[in-house]
């Protein structure tokens, strides 16, 4: 006697229902799935040069530009780089609640609009966030769902040779500044992933941040970010 399969293969069209009652999720395999990144760590580890190199590369993702209250730096352009307000329009902006984040850090303001945040997910557009750690941390609170990633050198010995070849600093704002980089070191395991920025290996740098992106957008457990 031969034995009759218990499985039954039915063939469908399209326009008819799925065999297997599955249709709208595959649909939804094609759909935007923007991420909130947040790129942090230390100063001097690279977190701009890194970005610049993502953007040179043609990745496809929008930059939020923060808001500061610091003095422009040689070379450095309003609105690219950084927002650079007054004090008093800072302070506005967190009065009137405009910013995702922000803090004092150097005794200079520093914060992200929300606008431009909500605009680019709601576009399906991926968004990087560059802040400092304690940055980071208020973002993760109002934003559970970001995608963490801290940026650091090889060695604190690298990251303080980078800061001092900076040249941006007098001495005493120089070693309050390695003060801060290694106690920022230290809150590394506060977020979901480390990647070490080498001395001349930035395309891996850029690599294993691009890595990450794509990891999660093809999490099963992948949620929309909300602000």
């Given at each position: 006697m031969s034995r009759q399969s218990s499985s039954v293969y039915i063939a469908t069209t399209p326009g008819?229902?799925?065999a297997?009652?599955?249709?709208?999720?595959?649909?939804?395999?094609?759909?935007?799935?923007?991420?909130?990144?947040?790129?942090s760590g230390p100063s001097g580890v690279g977190k701009d040069v890194t970005i610049r190199r993502m953007k040179e590369r043609g990745y496809p993702f929008h930059f939020v530009v923060t808001a500061t209250t610091r003095p422009r730096r040689e070379g450095e352009i309003d609105g690219v780089d950084y927002h650079f307000v007054s004090t008093a329009t800072f302070e506005q902006m967190i009065a009137e609640g405009e910013l995702l984040e922000h803090a004092l850090v150097y005794g200079q303001y520093k914060g992200i609009p929300k606008a431009a945040v909500r605009a680019a997910l709601a576009s399906g557009q991926d968004v990087i966030l560059r802040v400092d750690v304690q940055g980071a941390a208020t973002v993760r609170r109002m934003a559970p769902q970001a995608v963490s990633i801290f940026l650091t050198a090889e060695?604190?010995?690298?990251?303080?040779?980078r800061l001092r070849r900076r040249c941006t600093e007098n001495e005493k704002d120089l070693e309050q500044r390695i003060r801060t980089a290694c106690e920022e070191l230290r809150r590394v395991n506060e977020f979901q992933y480390r990647v070490v920025n080498r001395e001349c290996e930035l395309d891996a740098t850029v690599d294993a941040v691009i890595a990450i992106m794509q990891a999660e957008k093809c999490r099963v457990d992948w949620k929309p970010v909300v602000i």
């Open positions: 008819t229902a799925s297997c009652g599955s249709k709208a999720w595959y649909e939804g395999l094609n759909a935007p799935r923007p991420l909130l990144v947040i790129i060695s604190e010995a690298e990251l303080i040779e």
